[in-house]
C-alpha cells in the first residue's frame, strides 16, 4: 500500500501520480493524451483528484483508459494530500439560492426549471448545459417554430376517458416522449444519469443512455428496472473496434435501439462552455492543442470530443448493420433527402434533430424539417406517418405537451426532451425530473380533452394550422419565457435570489 506522503513526491510532468477513488496512478505520460489538456491533471498531480475526476468521467473511464502497469494500487486511507478547494463567495451564494429555491410544489411548467436552474447551478454546469452554437438562433428557433403551428380543435366529442400512451419502435411508452441523450450529467447533480433513469422507470418512458455519460454505461443499467427499456445513443469512435465493443456490449445488457448521431462530426462552437476554458486555468494553456490539433482549452464539449470520428459516412451504416441486430436510427437528420436515404437503406427511423441548436447554427428546427420530411416521403415513397416500419422522432424546443401533440399531429412517433430534464435534476434531484414528468402528463390530459383526442391515434393532420411554419423571424437572443413567468410574487422572490 502507497502512503499519502509518497504519492506526493511524484508532482511533476517528470513524474505524475493521482489518486482516484482510494487508488494511485501513474498518469506521467498519458500527461499530453488526456482530453482535457494537461494542466487540470497536474493541479491535482501527488494528490487526491477524486472530486474533479467524478463530474466528467464515468467511473471506469481512468482504469479503462490505463495501462494495467500504471495502476499503482491503493493508497493508506487517510494519508492522501488534497487540493484546498476554497469555498468562493459566489459559491456561498450560489448555496445559498439553492437552499432558498421554490418548493416543487411551485414548479408549474418545464419553463421554471430553467429559470431556477440558472440561478442554483455552477456556473460551469450552466454553461455546458443551456450553451448552444455560434449566436444560439437555432436553439431559440426550436421552441420558438412551435409558436408558429395552431391547433384546429375538435368540439362536442366525448374526452371522459383520455389516453396519451403510445409505442416507440414496439416498446409501451406512457406519453410519446424519451429523454433524449445529454452528456455530463454528474455537472448537474453527483448521481448524473441515473436520475433520469430512475423517474423513466417511476413514469414508463424511455431514457436513451448517451457515449458521453458522467456514470458508466453499466451504471446505468443496472440501475434500472427489470424490463424498463433503454436506447443508446452512440458518438462514433475513429477506433472502430472500440464502436464495435460498446455497440455488441450495449447489445448484450438489452439495450432496445441504437442512435447514431449523425450531426456532430466535431461538437459545435457554444460560446458560454468555451469561456469556462473547461481545461486550461491560465492563458499559457489557452492556444495550447493537442496532438492531434484539437484546441482543448475550448471547454468541455471540445475537451471530451476529441475521439469523435469525423469521416462518419453513409457507406459505414452496412458495418453497423453487420455488427447489431438492434434497430438503427441516425440522430441528427435535418433535411428530406437524407430521412429518404435512410429509408432507403431499410433503417428504423430518423431523429429530425439539431443537437438542441448546439451544432450548425441556423439550422432549421427539427419539427420544420419534419413537415417538409413527411411531404417528401410520400410523394417520393407514398408513405404516410406515424410510420411503424420507419419511425420520425423530432428534439429540440420542447417544452410543453402542446409541443409534443404538434409533432404527433405532424406525423411524429415521438419527440425528446434534454435540457428541461437536466435543468429539473441539477436544481432537485430526482425529484426534480419526477415533477417535470408529472408536469407533462397533467398538460397531456388537459390538451387532448380541449382538442378532442381521446388517444394518440385520434391526432391527425387536420388538427394543426402550419402554414406559418417556414415564416423564420430569427429571434434576436434573449431569454424571456420563464422571465415572463415570474410576474407574481416568484419574480420578486426570484429577483432576490
Ligand atoms: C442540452 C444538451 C444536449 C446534448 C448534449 C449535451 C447537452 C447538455 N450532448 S453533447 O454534449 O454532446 O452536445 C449530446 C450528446 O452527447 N449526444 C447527442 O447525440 N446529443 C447531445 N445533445 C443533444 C440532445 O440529444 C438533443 O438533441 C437536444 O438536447 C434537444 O434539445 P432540447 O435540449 O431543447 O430538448
Known amino acids: 500500500m502507497l502512503s499519502g506522503k509518497e504519492v506526493a513526491t511524484h508532482n511533476t510532468r517528470k513524474s505524475c501520480w493521482i489518486i482516484v477513488h482510494g487508488n494511485v496512478y501513474d498518469v506521467t505520460d498519458f500527461l499530453d493524451e488526456h482530453p482535457g489538456g494537461?494542466?487540470?491533471?497536474?493541479?491535482?498531480?501527488?494528490?487526491?483528484?477524486?472530486?474533479?475526476?467524478?463530474?466528467?468521467h464515468p467511473p471506469d473511464a481512468i482504469t479503462t483508459n490505463l495501462p494495467p502497469e500504471k495502476h499503482l494500487g491503493p493508497v493508506e486511507p487517510n494519508t492522501a494530500q488534497k487540493v484546498e478547494i476554497t469555498i468562493t463567495d459566489e459559491e456561498k451564494g450560489r448555496q445559498e439560492r439553492m437552499s432558498r429555491r421554490p418548493v416543487l410544489d411551485e414548479i408549474l411548467n418545464l419553463h421554471d426549471f430553467e429559470a431556477i436552474a440558472k440561478q442554483v447551478m455552477t456556473e460551469k454546469a450552466w454553461a455546458y448545459y443551456s450553451s448552444a452554437a455560434d449566436d444560439e438562433i437555432t436553439t431559440r428557433e426550436n421552441h420558438a417554430a412551435y409558436h408558429r403551428i395552431w391547433f384546429r380543435p375538435r368540439i362536442l366529442i366525448d374526452v371522459t376517458k383520455v389516453d396519451w400512451s403510445t409505442t416507440i419502435l414496439g416498446h409501451r411508452?406512457?406519453?410519446?416522449?424519451?429523454?433524449?441523450?445529454?452528456?455530463?450529467?454528474?455537472?448537474?447533480?453527483?448521481?448524473?444519469?441515473?436520475?433520469?433513469?430512475?423517474a423513466a422507470a417511476k413514469h414508463g418512458v424511455i431514457q436513451m443512455i448517451p457515449t458521453l455519460a458522467s456514470c458508466s454505461f453499466d451504471q446505468i443499467v443496472d440501475a434500472a428496472q427489470p424490463g424498463q427499456v433503454q436506447f443508446l445513443q452512440l458518438y462514433v469512435n475513429k477506433d472502430r473496434n472500440i464502436t464495435k465493443r460498446i455497440v455488441q456490449h450495449a447489445e448484450k445488457r438489452g439495450i432496445k435501439g441504437l442512435f447514431i448521431t449523425v450531426d456532430a462530426p466535431q461538437l459545435g462552437?457554444?460560446?458560454?462552455?468555451?469561456?469556462?476554458?473547461?481545461?486550461?486555468?491560465?492563458?499559457?494553456?489557452?492556444?495550447?492543442?493537442g496532438s492531434d490539433g484539437v484546441d482543448r482549452s475550448q471547454g468541455a464539449a471540445r475537451a471530451i470530443s476529441s475521439f469523435i470520428d469525423p469521416g462518419l459516412q453513409w457507406s459505414d451504416l452496412d458495418w453497423f448493420k453487420s455488427i447489431t441486430k438492434m434497430p438503427l436510427i441516425l440522430k441528427g437528420v435535418q433535411r428530406w433527402e437524407d430521412a429518404l436515404k435512410a429509408y432507403d437503406l431499410g433503417l428504423a427511423g430518423v431523429v429530425l434533430s439539431n443537437h438542441g441548436g448546439r451544432?450548425?447554427?441556423?439550422?432549421?428546427?427539427?419539427?420544420?424539417?419534419?413537415?417538409?420530411?413527411?411531404?417528401?416521403?410520400?410523394?417520393?415513397?407514398?408513405?404516410?406517418?406515424?410510420?411503424?416500419?420507419?419511425?420520425?422522432?423530432?428534439?429540440?424546443?420542447?417544452r410543453r405537451a402542446?409541443?409534443?401533440?404538434k409533432a404527433i399531429a405532424l406525423g411524429a412517433t415521438a419527440v425528446g426532451v434534454g435540457r428541461p430534464f437536466l435543468y429539473a435534476f441539477s436544481s432537485y434531484g430526482?425529484?426534480?425530473?419526477?415533477?417535470?414528468?408529472?408536469?407533462?402528463?397533467?398538460?397531456?390530459?388537459?390538451?387532448?380533452?380541449?382538442?378532442?383526442?381521446?388517444?394518440?391515434?385520434?391526432?391527425?393532420?387536420?388538427?394543426?394550422?402550419?402554414?406559418?411554419?417556414?415564416?423564420?423571424?430569427?429571434a434576436i437572443p434573449g431569454d424571456r419565457l420563464y422571465d415572463s413567468n415570474y410576474e407574481s410574487m416568484q419574480h420578486a422572490r426570484l429577483r432576490e435570489l
Open 173 to 198: 411508452s406512457s406519453m410519446p416522449l424519451y429523454i433524449t441523450a445529454t452528456a455530463l450529467g454528474k455537472l448537474g447533480h453527483p448521481d448524473g444519469e441515473i436520475n433520469l433513469t430512475k
Open 359 to 398: 451544432q450548425l447554427d441556423f439550422a432549421r428546427s427539427g419539427i420544420e424539417v419534419l413537415v417538409e420530411v413527411v411531404a417528401k416521403l410520400k410523394e417520393k415513397r407514398g408513405l404516410t406517418f406515424p410510420n411503424e416500419k420507419f419511425q420520425l422522432f423530432v428534439d429540440g424546443g420542447v
Open 430 to 474: 430526482v425529484e426534480g425530473v419526477d415533477r417535470a414528468l408529472s408536469i407533462l402528463h397533467d398538460e397531456f390530459e388537459m390538451n387532448m380533452r380541449l382538442l378532442g383526442a381521446n388517444t394518440i391515434k385520434d391526432i391527425t393532420p387536420d388538427m394543426v394550422d402550419v402554414s406559418n411554419i417556414s415564416a423564420h423571424v430569427a
Open 269 to 289: 462552437r457554444r460560446e458560454k462552455d468555451m469561456r469556462m476554458k473547461f481545461t486550461a486555468e491560465d492563458p499559457s494553456e489557452v492556444a495550447k492543442s
Open 38 to 56: 494537461s494542466k487540470i491533471i497536474l493541479k491535482y498531480a501527488g494528490k487526491d483528484a477524486t472530486q474533479e475526476y467524478d463530474p466528467i
Open 402 to 405: 402542446t409541443d409534443v401533440i
